[in-house]
């Protein structure tokens, strides 16, 4: 009965406002009382994120579990959303949901590509699989099973919790038209798309995105990448960099994750399972529609105000793309753990560009055609 009005909730429930006040650093367990929903305990936990609290979509997203979850419990497990920095700096998320300092966090995975590479698979790879494709590997190929191998390791579960679609290629102080050109550039590109610039002669850095206006402002770094038209207008990136490239070919695909603590996630009511389970889906979802529908009006703004939209060269695009492939193959030769994810993973990326050129491609030159 329990389970059945949970998913009858997830149906039917309106998406709760706002978020609990924050709560101390250890989960409180209180004694069930009248209103406990059928003797669940009450729990309240606290998720460490890597995003500002400007960043209204990627945080909110945050902000939105933890509601749907309190929603889902009857108000009986709660969780508090801290932006970056109020429990852990943005790119230590991992460590800080490990340690237990948070019971969950709301993060990226290839942030962490330092500790295992095969973490940038969780996320996005450079000219790898776009928003559906992605989710077609994680939840109908296995990936995701194979991803939360890498997880386990650290006392970690992982959900897909949020996704920000096809990304940009970034924002350049000057124009670049060919891989020498790139080769003199600092740019802050995380996860294995930064790897694939430092193959090809840049300097790529793993800045979190509360720092990434500053670097632009003072010359720290010639170009940034963060996310697409709306967060990066949020953030200010054009104001020191005129000019926006795309492709994204670093990111096709941007996945963010829920991330929790083993023992935290054992000890729970499988109702609350369910609960968090069922909120990470809902922001995948949510999420990618929330930022398809403000990219198309922010990216008019920012090319009203004097934004330059600029293709990267077929000389630029050739050569990551090789690089990607020569990175790829000299890490599955080195790291068995991400030979086999690569394996499957790779696999799966044929077959879908296939049945993908079949009826996506197809449509797609059919419909912009005229545009």
């Given at each position: 009965m329990k389970r059945r009005r949970l998913f009858n909730q997830l149906t039917l429930g309106a998406i709760g406002a706002g978020v609990a006040s924050a709560c101390s650093s250890s989960p409180k367990v209180f004694t069930p009382n009248s209103s406990s929903g059928g003797g669940n305990p009450r729990i309240e936990w606290r998720m460490a994120t890597?995003?500002?609290?400007?960043?209204?979509i990627v945080f909110g997203t945050a902000q939105r579990m933890c509601d749907r979850i309190s929603e889902l419990t009857q108000g009986n497990f709660s969780i508090t959303a801290f932006p970056a920095g109020g429990i852990a700096p943005p790119l230590e998320i991992l460590d800080t949901v490990q340690a237990g300092t948070?019971?969950?966090?709301?993060?990226?995975?290839?942030?962490?590509?330092?500790?295992?590479?095969?973490?940038?698979?969780?996320?996005?790879?450079?000219?790898?699989?776009?928003?559906?494709?992605?989710?077609?590997?994680?939840?109908?190929?296995?990936?995701?099973?194979?991803?939360?191998?890498?997880?386990?390791?650290?006392?970690?579960?992982?959900?897909?919790?949020?996704?920000?679609?096809?990304?940009?290629?970034?924002?350049?102080?000057?124009?670049?038209?060919?891989?020498?050109?790139?080769q003199a550039i600092k740019m802050r590109m995380p996860g294995l798309g930064g790897e694939v610039l430092k193959r090809m002669g840049a300097e790529a850095q793993n800045m979190p995105p509360?720092?990434?206006?500053?670097?632009?402002?003072?010359?720290?770094?010639?170009?940034?990448?963060?996310?697409?038209?709306?967060?990066?207008?949020?953030?200010?990136?054009?104001?020191?960099?005129?000019?926006?490239?795309?492709?994204?070919?670093?990111?096709?695909?941007?996945?963010?994750?829920?991330?929790?603590?083993?023992?935290?996630?054992?000890?729970?009511?499988?109702?609350?399972?369910?609960?968090?389970?069922?909120?990470?889906?809902?922001?995948?979802?949510?999420?990618?529609?929330?930022?398809?529908?403000?990219?198309?009006?922010?990216?008019?703004?920012?090319?009203?105000?004097?934004?330059?939209?600029?293709?990267?060269?077929?000389?630029?695009?050739?050569?990551?793309?090789?690089?990607?492939?020569?990175?790829?193959?000299?890490?599955?030769?080195?790291d068995a753990s991400f030979k086999q994810i690569y394996d499957n993973w790779n696999a799966f990326r044929g077959g879908i560009y296939r049945w993908n050129s079949v009826n996506e491609r197809s449509f797609a030159e059919l419909i912009f055609s005229d545009t």
């Open positions: 890597s995003w500002p609290e400007n960043l209204d948070a019971e969950c966090g709301h993060t990226a995975g290839y942030y962490y590509t330092s500790k295992n590479r095969a973490f940038a698979f969780a996320t996005s790879m450079p000219f790898g699989l776009n928003p559906h494709q992605h989710v077609a590997w994680l939840y109908g190929a296995g990936g995701l099973e194979l991803i939360r191998g890498i997880y386990s390791a650290f006392g970690v579960l992982n959900f897909p919790a949020g996704s920000t679609g096809n990304q940009m290629g970034g924002w350049f102080r000057n124009k670049v038209n060919s891989v020498s050109e790139m509360n720092e990434i206006l500053l670097g632009l402002e003072r010359g720290n770094i010639d170009a940034a990448e963060w996310v697409g038209p709306y967060e990066d207008e949020k953030l200010g990136l054009n104001q020191y960099a005129p000019y926006y490239y795309y492709p994204g070919w670093h990111e096709p695909g941007t996945t963010y994750e829920l991330i929790v603590n083993q023992a935290a996630w054992d000890r729970l009511p499988v109702e609350y399972r369910q609960a968090l389970e069922l909120a990470a889906f809902e922001a995948q979802v949510k999420m990618l529609a929330e930022y398809d529908a403000a990219n198309r009006e922010a990216l008019q703004r920012l090319i009203s105000s004097g934004t330059e939209l600029i293709s990267y060269t077929p000389e630029i695009i050739q050569g990551a793309r090789k690089a990607a492939n020569d990175l790829y193959a000299e890490y599955a030769s080195q």
